[in-house]
T-cell receptor, first 115, second 117 residues
Framework: ETGVTQTPRHLVMGMTNKKSLKCEQH?????MYWYKQSAKKPLELMFV???????ENNSVPSRFSPECPNSSHLFLHLHTLQPEDSALYLC??????????????FGSGTQLSVL | AQKVTQAQTEISVVEKEDVTLDCVYE???????LFWYKQPPSGELVFLIR??????QNEISGRYSWNFQKSTSSFNFTITASQVVDSAVYFC??????????????FGSGTQLTVLP
């Protein structure tokens, strides 16, 4: 079983649909992240859940709504998306507090297409 | 604000050639962390290296080597004797997170490396 698992791998949705992306980490980490990867752009941090604290990028539209029910699971709820939201959405986890070795572990991503 | 620049959008080399991927960063912090990640076609970003700002020693791992130059704010990555399996997008990233806070990385836009047989 890989360290960070994302489902689904691919998602096609209409602009009026509601869907959710799921991420699960099996590494015992205490922080989880959502990143957006658009073509030819740097990865953009969307949300962080760490030690029961949520940090968000203020530029992320409200049509993206994260949920972190526990330290192992992270969701990204999507509603009324726009075509420009089509991208690869990557989930990651890390162990906050391990200053010597801390790094992000990524899932394989969900490739989202909004029609 | 922190920034990472990877000026090389795409690089193509022939197998067995050496190739260097450039990374230049900007930060106001005196303590920071630099990373390289590899993203193969499968999509998952794979961690390659982490370098702390107070450790300027260069590092070699097999065919991979990294040259950290604080004076020029660069953290370049060299693959020696490249192989087709090295073909991927490579990302350089910077973090300024303090103690106890989550690792918020700022990524460069990536360099697509293609190694031709």
């Amino acid at each position: 079983e890989t360290g960070v698992t994302q489902t689904p791998r691919h998602l096609v949705m209409g602009m009026t649909n509601k869907k959710s992306l799921k991420c699960e980490q099996h590494l015992g980490h205490n922080a989880m992240y959502w990143y957006k990867q658009s073509a030819k752009k740097p990865l953009e941090l969307m949300f962080v859940y760490s030690l029961e604290e949520r940090v968000e990028n203020n530029s992320v539209p409200s049509r993206f709504s994260p949920e972190c029910p526990n330290s192992s699971h992270l969701f990204l709820h999507l509603h009324t998306l726009q075509p420009e939201d089509s991208a690869l959405y990557l989930c990651a986890s890390s162990q906050v507090g391990d200053r010597i070795r801390e790094k992000l572990f990524f899932g394989s991503g969900t490739q989202l297409s909004v029609l | 604000a922190q920034k990472v620049t990877q000026a090389q959008t795409e690089i193509s080399v022939v197998e067995k050639e050496d190739v260097t991927l450039d990374c230049v960063y900007e930060t106001r912090d005196t303590t920071y962390y630099l990373f390289w990640y590899k993203q193969p076609p499968s999509g998952e970003l794979v961690f390659l290296i982490r370098r702390n700002s107070f450790d300027e020693q260069n590092e070699i791992s097999g065919r991979y080597s990294w040259n950290f130059q604080k004076s020029t704010s660069s953290f370049n990555f060299t693959i020696t004797a490249s192989q087709v399996v090295d073909s991927a997008v490579y990302f350089c990233a910077l973090s300024e997170a303090g103690s106890g806070s989550a690792r918020q990385l700022t990524f460069g836009s990536g360099t697509q490396l293609t190694v031709l047989p």
